[in-house]
């Protein structure tokens, strides 16, 4: 028998990005709320000392960071007729664990979407026609605009510490930022990061081909800031161990350097580490959840009843617990109902290396977030007709720190090993950079998530099942960034270039980002979403599922700025709207 | 615990002398299940003792390593070799510890044949590949022509590994020839590139070689100083070598 716990007003399931925003929000209103997290409890000076935090091999290559897969992991495929085998090991994605979640190894790249983006099946049919979108394309509208989201966006930013320039405040282009993105209430916190030498002949080179260069904007810290929290940030020292890695300078914006100073004062709030749900609980006629059950450090059942429960384990997670707790109807991509693994997508990406001979970059120099970038071909920035897909991504190129077992690049025709690769390396270690190309991911009718039939975790559950990949639409996409991505570099005058499209089928091995979303997607229809504009459950009104699970399709853009400015608008409805007509529906149908 | 100092270069060279005595006291320098720091813990690193001999390997396996990691990253002018970095012992340390078991991987089954994009599927860990892999590959070229690898000349061995990576060696139902050398190859790289406490990259030498600055804490120096050498040597997380104490 479990130990039942005394009620709470809240319950949180993981304690990552999403966790620490709704946590720190609903304690704000008043509310007793418990975090839940199964990995261990992190900080700046006790965990990530910049002492040893620069080890390639234990962070990245190791995993110490990230989620140990012996305890679980997920199954993957291509489609639907072959067989599903366990990720063995990570690759292509690095899913976080313990406090701060994947927060903790990101990279800090904030964007926000385009409003078109969020419009992405009515604004692609009004503008391409019917054709445009093909039957099996399953993409959707989000429930929400980017109006809407405007002031959340901003909070997120200000409370990241963002450095960048605004392109285009109240409608007003904005000299030396981004012409493409929608209208901001005001600047960035802090002016963009110094730029380095690579991204700087990159943004030449784009605008003498009449492109639009801009900085990126980064939650590497520009200066030292104080954000509105009263939680301070020190200026970045551009060491170059950023994304797959923890900031020991206080200078990447996670949880820990952002939120979780406060919060963790607050004697309304409580977190218990080392513990992981393993259900979410209803009552007798599923119409309520009534708080979760978890498994503490030493195996011990417990059952921590709640008012609402709230979902924030990130995408895949808040996904498979939804299925194991037997919420919502799953969904049969062979009849395309259901609402529960429907829309899973992802990000398509590719690069095109650039060799010098008299240019020394010093590419180990480097942030999580630093770079130039354009947007003349995201989203609907440019006139897709006759093109053939829908959909587009940045082009840029970023100095992340050259880390070298993960980045040596070598030219065409040169081999992966032996003396001319050795030769080729030697030369050209310091004088080789990477144009990047970062696409978005429509939702298709076979990409989805459920359970897998075969594997199970350590303590005997079925893993989840990720069926997955790329569309025509996302190879074309992606083969038309990658020839925008190569003029540029052909244009920065190196010795030669060599473009590496993303070709053939999803594979699992090499990575590429950590930006998997959908699989209880948010929308205005019960019969094809998940949860309302408010990321409320239709079925279970007590319930809230954050992340890019609520995403119906991937845009070009990172996830997190997205994935944060929804979860403060669902804060906000809950605390204006939900607490005083508890357990009610926001959206009535 | 007394343990067997032997001399770098016996190591290095004579493979079959320093692995005579696998499993010896020379366990006692590995810290945890054989990493330099302690699995899931924030912990400071102890550097891998390179006097010490190998404690994975046997010598069938040591001799084969050897000759491979001198034709991935061959002798040159240029730079180290992956034998001069310390690559084979970076890569006994690793396979005899927490990674070589695949602590951290999912290793249940059923195992299935990976359709190509499904990664690693092999049903032994790390150090079970090489166990299984090297083995066969012995058996496979004494059926050819009876020379062991490491006694073949230096085109002939650059031939098998192409053909190894190529999927063109069946080594039988155990071991994927192709699946075992991507492994080796980046298993090398981790040795040669990562910082030397692991016991690779010995003296900075790959990071001097392609001029990485290494473990360098703050960069804001060097951010705007465009088309400029680097002016500092590279350091690791345990110093450089100008930093030990001499004598
Ligand atoms: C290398 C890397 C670089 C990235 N860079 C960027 C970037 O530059 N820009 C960007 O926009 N995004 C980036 N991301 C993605 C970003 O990290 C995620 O979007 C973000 O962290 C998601 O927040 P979340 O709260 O949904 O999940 P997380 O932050 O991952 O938090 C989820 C937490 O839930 C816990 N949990 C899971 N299951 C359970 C359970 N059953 N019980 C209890 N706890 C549980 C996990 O341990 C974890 O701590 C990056 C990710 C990685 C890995």
């Keep these: ?589 | 615990m007394p343990h067997n100092p032997v001399d770098r270069r016996a190591v290095l060279g004579l493979g079959l002398l320093a692995c005579a005595a696998p499993l010896t006291s020379s366990a006692a320098q590995l810290t945890g299940a054989g990493m330099v720091w302690r699995a899931n813990q924030s912990a400071w690193p102890t550097a891998t003792d390179l006097r010490a001999s190998y404690v994975y390997f046997t010598a069938d396996e040591a001799a084969f390593v050897e000759a491979a990691c001198a034709r991935i990253v061959p002798a040159d002018a240029t730079g180290p070799s992956a034998v001069e970095a310390g690559v084979p012992l970076f890569l006994d340390r690793q396979l005899a510890g927490d990674y070589g078991k695949g602590a951290r991987w999912y290793m249940q089954g059923p195992f299935g044949k990976n359709t190509g994009t499904q990664g690693y599927q092999s049903q032994y860990p790390p150090a079970g590949l090489y166990r299984v892999a090297i083995k066969a590959i012995g058996d496979h070229l004494s059926r050819d022509n009876g020379a062991p690898f490491h006694k073949r000349p230096a085109a002939e061995q650059d031939a098998f590994l192409k053909d190894l990576s190529a999927g063109k060696v069946d080594l039988g139902a155990d071991a994927d020839g192709k699946a075992y050398f991507t492994l080796l190859l980046q298993n090398v790289m981790e040795g040669y590139f990562s910082d030397p406490i692991y016991g690779g990259n010995r003296d900075l030498s790959a990071w001097k070689m392609i001029g990485f600055s290494g473990a360098r804490y703050d960069q804001r120096p060097y951010v705007l100083a465009y088309g400029k050498p680097y002016p500092l040597p590279p350091v690791g997380i345990g110093g450089r070598p100008a930093w030990s104490v001499k004598g």
């Design chain 1, 1 to 589: 028998m479990a130990t039942k716990l005394p009620s709470v007003d809240a319950v949180l399931v993981g304690f990552g990005w999403t966790g620490a925003i709704m946590a720190q929000e609903l304690t704000e209103a008043g509310l007793n709320v418990v975090a839940i997290e199964r990995g261990d409890w992190r900080d700046t000076p006790t965990d990530f000392s910049p002492a040893y935090a620069q080890d390639e091999l234990r962070y990245y290559w190791r995993h110490e960071l990230f989620q140990r897969l012996n305890h679980d992991t997920l199954t993957i495929r291509n489609r639907t007729n072959q067989t599903a085998l366990p990720m063995r090991q990570l690759g292509s994605f690095l899913l976080g664990s313990g406090v701060g979640g994947a927060g903790v190894h990101w990279n800090g790249q904030v964007w926000r979407f385009l409003p078109s983006d969020l419009k992405a099946r009515s604004h692609n049919l009004d503008r391409y026609g019917k054709a445009a979108i093909p039957a099996e394309m399953t993409i959707q509208d989000y429930p929400v605009s980017y109006d809407d989201l405007e002031p959340h966006y901003d909070k997120f930013e200000y409370l990241c510490g963002v450095s960048g320039k605004a392109g285009n405040l109240k409608g007003v282009i904005q000299p030396g930022g981004d012409p493409f993105e929608g209208p901001r209430q005001r600047e960035y916190p802090n002016p963009p990061l110094d730029m380095p030498y690579a991204p700087t002949l990159f943004g030449k080179a784009a605008a003498e081909l009449g492109r639009h260069p801009f900085p990126h904007p980064a939650a590497n810290a520009s200066r030292a800031y104080t954000n509105p929290l009263g939680v301070q940030l020190g200026p970045c020292t551009y060491c170059g161990f950023c994304e797959k890695y923890a900031c020991g300078n206080y200078s990447k914006a996670t949880a820990q350097t952002t939120i979780l100073p406060v919060l963790m004062r607050r004697k309304t709030f409580t977190l218990r580490t080392n513990c992981e749900v393993t259900k979410i609980n209803l009552s007798a006629d599923g119409k309520t959840a009534t708080g979760v059950t978890y498994l503490d450090e030493t195996g011990q059942e417990i059952e921590q009843p709640a008012e609402m429960v709230i979902l924030s384990a990130y995408i895949l997670h808040n996904v498979r617990l939804l299925l194991l707790s037997g919420i919502g109807k799953p969904y049969d991509p062979a009849t395309g109902e259901g609402v529960v693994g429907r829309n899973y997508a992802y990000q398509i990406t590719s690069s095109v290396n650039v060799f010098f001979d008299d240019k020394i970059l010093n590419p180990f120099v480097g942030a999580g977030a630093l770079g130039t970038m354009i947007n003349d071909f995201n989203g609907d920035n440019f006139d897709h007709s006759g093109l053939g897909f829908i959909g587009g991504g940045y082009v840029g190129l970023m100095q992340t720190g050259a880390r070298p077992i993960e980045t040596h690049p070598v030219p065409t025709g040169t081999p992966s090993w032996g003396a001319d690769w050795k030769t080729a390396i030697a030369r050209d270690y310091l004088k080789t950079t990477t144009v990047s190309t970062h696409g978005a991911v429509m939702a298709h009718r076979g990409n989805y998530l459920d359970l897998d039939p075969t594997y199970r975790d350590a303590l005997g559950r079925p893993l989840l099942r990720m069926t997955f990949d790329f569309t025509d639409n996302e190879h074309r996409m992606s083969d038309y960034l990658t020839d925008r991505a190569s003029e540029i570099a052909s244009a920065m005058g190196g010795r030669e270039i060599k473009a590496n499209p993303r070709k053939g089928s999803w594979d699992v091995v090499p990575y590429q980002t950590t930006h998997n979303t959908g699989g209880a997607i948010m929308g205005d229809d019960p019969k094809t979403s998940f949860t309302n504009k408010y990321l409320q459950s239709w079925d279970v009104p007590n319930l809230f599922v954050l992340g890019a699970t609520a995403f119906p399709q991937q845009s070009g853009y990172n996830p997190t700025g997205t994935v944060a400015a929804l979860t403060y608008y669902a804060a906000d409805a809950i605390k204006s709207r939900y607490l005083k007509a508890s357990h009610q529906p926001l959206v009535q149908t």
